[in-house]
T-cell receptor
Framework: NAGVTQTPKFRVLKTGQSMTLLCAQD?????MYWYRQDPGMGLRLIHY???????AKGEVPDGYNVSRLKKQNFLLGLESAAPSQTSVYFCASSSRTGAGGELFFGEGSRLTVL | AQSVTQPDIHITVSEGASLELRCNYSYGATPYLFWYVQSPGQGLQLLLK??????LVQGIKGFEAEFKRSQSSFNLRKPSVHWSDAAEYFC????????????FGRGTSLIVHP
């Protein structure tokens, strides 16, 4: 029972480099989310998706892009990494929203941008 | 717009003491309410949730929460804290009514003294 799997778990980048974080869920969930977590800031939504082929901006989308080509996968890309993007990134998925579906989270991806 | 306030950034308790973590929300209709726990280095895990019905809900690990509509609160309680309960706790208002985005509080860090 994998649930939500994030890869990689750790990554160090230099300013200006690009990378992609992969989120995979095996629960057939419609909704997927990318959050970043910084000390004292709680969880901030970057982008989300309500189904295959759809994406939408969250609270802090600048500097990030996402894609949901397959229902089970939600990719988060950084085209030109900046030190301000040093953070822990969490992916989450949910089966529905109409009844307030709970979110299932991955274990996080810790990114450091030098 | 919905919002969630966790007024305590840190809470320190002694092992065996009782615990109450506060959560206040702002929402125009009947809310879907959640408490999540995040152990160090881990993702968030659902503790309990309230959708409707009995206002006192039981969760995992001996936690409970009480929904009080008149106070717009959903406080988390545990009668006797264990050292393993040291973690970050997040209150959330679930997505509903056409919104796909849950709203999280900024979290309360629980420190347990032996």
């Amino acid at each position: 029972n994998a649930g939500v799997t994030q890869t990689p778990k750790f990554r160090v980048l230099k300013t200006g480099q690009s990378m992609t974080l992969l989120c995979a869920q095996d629960m057939n969930h419609e909704y997927m989310y990318w959050y970043r977590q910084d000390p004292g800031m709680g969880l901030r939504l970057i982008h989300y998706s309500v189904g295959e082929g759809t994406t939408a901006k969250g609270e802090v989308p600048d500097g990030y892009n996402v894609s949901r080509l397959k229902k089970q996968n939600f990719l988060l890309g950084l085209e030109s990494a900046a030190p301000s993007q040093t953070s822990v990134y969490f992916c989450a998925s949910s089966s529905r929203t109409g009844a307030g579906g709970e979110l299932f989270f991955g274990e996080g991806s810790r990114l450091t941008v030098l | 717009a919905q919002s969630v306030t966790q007024p305590d950034i840190h809470i320190t308790v002694s092992e065996g003491a009782s615990l109450e973590l506060r959560c206040n929300y702002s929402y125009g209709a009947t809310p879907y309410l959640f408490w999540y726990v995040q152990s160090p280095g881990q993702g968030l895990q659902l503790l309990l949730k309230y959708f409707s019905g009995d206002t006192l809900v039981q969760g995992i690990k001996g936690f409970e929460a009480e929904f009080k509509r008149s106070q717009s609160s959903f406080n988390l309680r545990k009668p006797s804290v264990h050292w393993s309960d040291a973690a970050e706790y997040f209150c959330a208002v679930g997505p509903s009514g056409g919104s796909y985005i849950p709203t999280f509080g900024r979290g309360t860090s629980l420190i347990v003294h032996p």
